[in-house]
């Protein structure tokens, strides 16, 4: 009979995994792996200060999320997406996100919309502090919340295939102050919507916020 472990090492495993995927999603949303750019995994592993093995599990990782390639002959490389890419994917996700409201106007609890004003609220602190990254991660958690509220879990995984390839292009919708602001507006107005159950109001307004994302990238994608 096998001893049992405590288990202990495998959890350090899977943490060190989860902090060396979260690294690297970062540098990429955040522009410092360029989208083409070809990822080496001794240079990146000596930034990272980590050995190839890690390196390479985060790199499948961020593979099956879409932002990255595994191509033969030129291993990792940082996924770039056409501007035709990324409308297509704009556009099935406003669609996706407008049936979400309708259905979530319906089944969502009291306490449930509750949890996603405290969510927006720590966003619009965010905001005011000028924390960027910190808003723009709980602007991606509201939006999957929204269509989680819609209690259909196959809308849900569709939904973060492509939510999770347009992470780079979701955050540069925030550049400048202008832009930032209009999609915080935006963002109120989604979550007044959604606290009054209109369900045509919310689908309006999460559809004008996805048309007004492509506005905000189209010029740099």
Request: glycine share 6%; aromatic share 4%; net charge neutral.
């Amino acid at each position: 009979m096998l001893e049992r472990t405590s288990g202990r090492g495998a959890i350090e495993r899977q943490s060190l995994h989860r902090e060396i995927v979260n690294r690297l999603r970062d540098m990429i949303i955040e522009g410092e792996l360029r989208p083409g750019e070809r990822l080496y995994e001794t240079q990146l592993g000596e930034a990272l200060g980590v050995s190839r093995t890690p390196l390479r599990e985060a790199l499948k990782s961020l593979a099956s999320e879409g932002l990255v390639e595994l191509v033969p002959s030129r291993g990792a490389v940082v996924r770039k997406f056409t501007p035709k890419d990324v409308k297509d994917m704009l556009v099935l996700i406003r669609s996706m996100e407008e049936l979400a409201a309708r259905l979530a106007c319906a089944a969502a609890s009291d306490e449930q919309i509750a949890q996603l004003r405290a969510l927006h609220n720590q966003m619009t602190a965010h905001y005011r502090a000028g924390e960027r990254m910190e808003y723009y991660k709980l602007n991606q958690q509201i939006h999957s919340s929204i269509v989680a509220l819609a209690d259909n879990p196959h809308l849900a995984a569709f939904h973060e295939i492509l939510q999770a390839r347009l992470k780079r292009v979701r955050f540069i919708g925030h550049e400048g102050p202008q832009k930032w602001a209009a999609a915080m507006a935006e963002h109120d107005e989604i979550m007044a919507a959604l606290e009054a159950r209109d369900a045509d109001r919310l689908a309006g307004a999460l559809g004008r916020h996805l048309d007004n994302a492509w506005h905000r990238v189209e010029q740099s994608v």
